[in-house]
């Protein structure tokens, strides 16, 4: 049984394109978040959603969208995409609040490639 | 500056080998949990351990094990006797609550290359 799921694994796209992709847990946590993990491998928090309420939210551009219709989805949508945004993004859930003793657990990843 | 330093980028060693990732942290707070992730070729995050600031006692989980020190603020990763399976990027990550809402803070990883 896959814990946290996202779909697509893989997504090529070109330039100013909007695209989506859709992580679901079925841990039963209550929070989700998504970090992006950049060319050399860092790994940076984005967003964080409690019971569908957002509550952590980075220095993102605001290109890029967060929705979690049930706190078992959370879904990252990109307007206008662009070079930069080339990465791998991670979903990932936690049983808690968000609190400092929670536990993430992470998606497969998906790596999203901006020509 | 860092708050989760891992100062090995690159570490290769030979099968059957024990070695020794270091993790260096810097906070604040007085209660903050450290984590160490695996990521393997394969691309996925694994969760390996999670030890709160106010437990001290390493760990040791089959060939695995954590030395966490707090006067040093490390939290170091020794893999006993080294398989090619282990080969993978190994993460140190900090949360801490600054706001009450927990931010995972993750070093920059260390790559790890074991060959047979």
């Known amino acids: 049984d896959t814990a946290v799921s996202q779909t697509p694994k893989y997504l090529v796209t070109q330039m100013g394109n909007d695209k989506s992709i859709k992580c679901e847990q079925n841990?039963?946590?209550?929070?989700m978040y998504w970090y992006k993990q950049d060319s050399k491998k860092f790994l940076k928090i984005m967003f964080s959603?409690?019971?569908?309420?957002?509550?952590i939210n980075e220095t993102v551009p605001n290109r890029f969208s967060p929705k979690s219709p049930d706190k078992a989805h959370l879904n990252l949508h990109i307007n206008s995409l662009e070079l930069g945004d080339s990465a791998v993004y991670f979903c990932?859930?936690?049983?808690?609040?968000?609190?400092?003793?929670?536990?993430?657990?992470f998606g497969p990843g998906t790596r999203l490639t901006v020509l | 500056a860092q708050k989760v330093t891992q100062a090995q980028t690159e570490i290769s060693v030979v099968e059957k080998e024990d070695v020794t990732l270091d993790c260096v942290y810097e906070?604040?707070?007085?209660?903050?949990?450290l984590f160490w992730y695996k990521q393997p070729p394969s691309g996925e995050l694994v969760f390996l351990i999670r030890?709160?600031?106010?437990?001290?006692q390493n760990e040791i989980s089959g060939r695995y094990s954590w030395n966490f020190q707090k006067s040093t603020s490390s939290f170091n990763f020794t893999i006993t006797a080294s398989q090619v399976v282990d080969s993978a990027v190994y993460f140190c990550?900090?949360?801490?609550?600054?706001?009450?809402?927990?931010?995972?803070?993750f070093g920059k990883g260390t790559m790890l290359l074991v060959s047979p």
């Open positions: 030890r709160n600031s106010f437990d001290e």
């Open positions: 906070t604040r707070d007085t209660t903050y949990y």
């Open positions: 990550a900090l949360s801490e609550a600054d706001s009450g809402y927990s931010t995972l803070t």
């Open positions: 959603y409690n019971n569908k309420e957002l509550i």
């Open positions: 990932a859930s936690s049983q808690g609040v968000g609190g400092v003793t929670d536990t993430q657990y």
């Open positions: 841990l039963g946590h209550d929070t």
